[in-house]
Antibody, heavy 117, light 110 residues
Framework: QVLLQESGPGLVEPSGTLSLTCAVSGGSISSSNWWSWVRQPPGKGLEWIGEIYHDGPSNYNPSLKSRVTMSVDKSKNQFSLKLNSVTAADTAVYYC??????????WGRGTLVTVSS | QSALTQPPSASGSPGQSVTISCTGTSSDIGGTYNYVSWYQHHPGKAPKLMIYEVRKRPSGVPDRFSGSKYGNTASLTVSGLQAEDEADYYCSSYAGSNKVFGTGTKVTVL
């Protein structure tokens, strides 16, 4: 059974960089899947941030593209998200998810990141 | 890339049916690929895939959940509503090399 677990600081200062990691257990990150990040601001809906494949290709939400970087660490079987120049608008629950052939078929439980000084 | 449009809320009594719409454009839902999916989200929990490729159900999802699409609008129908169906539901679609979610619909079981 494949499980995803997000981790990272729960509090980030404005203008700083949000950094999260998603650990993949019970399966290999090098499988034929894309790995994605999705977020949900308080009281709002889901927003796709972007996705990455194990050997490097990535796609990012055009509205966040200038601030997002995703990477894969095969040795640790995990993938990561960096979002820079954060503001209060980036406060959200951040989920990592596996993209099955055409849909997000596996999700982590999410981690709340608050942007505040 | 704008969010797909869903009604904010929908409701039904136990045993009844409820249908949620998800409206996009020819660049996403109405595009070449039928890659529309639906997710059930109970607050505080991980979202759960309920429907993929417009109408396919993953293993373990009850056949009370069904999906369809016509033009730029996709729909999710929950038949025989049960108390545990009360949740937020989100549609999603491929949009070229990107993905987009719907605005979300809160389903209430009366």
């Amino acid at each position: 059974q494949v499980l995803l677990q997000e981790s990272g600081p729960g509090l980030v200062e404005p203008s700083g960089t949000l950094s999260l990691t998603c650990a993949v257990s019970g399966g290999s990150i090098s499988s034929s899947n894309w790995w994605s990040w999705v977020r949900q601001p308080p009281g709002k809906g889901l927003e796709w941030i972007g996705e990455i494949y194990h050997d490097g290709p990535s796609n990012y939400n055009p509205s966040l593209k200038s601030r997002v970087t995703m990477s894969v660490d095969k040795s640790k079987n995990q993938f990561s998200l960096k979002l820079n120049s954060v503001t209060a608008a980036d406060t959200a629950v951040y989920y990592c998810a596996r993209v099955g052939s055409t849909a997000f078929d596996l999700w982590g439980r999410g981690t709340l990141v608050t942007v505040s000084s | 890339q704008s969010a797909l449009t869903q009604p904010p809320s929908a409701s039904g009594s136990p045993g009844q049916s409820v249908t949620i719409s998800c409206t996009g454009t020819s660049s996403d839902i109405g595009g070449t690929y039928n890659y529309v999916s639906w997710y059930q989200h109970h607050p505080g929990k991980a979202p759960k895939l309920m429907i993929y490729e417009v109408r396919k159900r993953p293993s373990g999802v009850p056949d009370r959940f069904s999906g369809s699409k016509y033009g730029n609008t996709a729909s999710l129908t929950v038949s025989g509503l049960q108390a545990e169906d009360e949740a937020d539901y989100y549609c999603s679609s491929y949009a070229g090399s990107n993905k987009v979610f719907g605005t979300g619909t809160k389903v209430t079981v009366l």
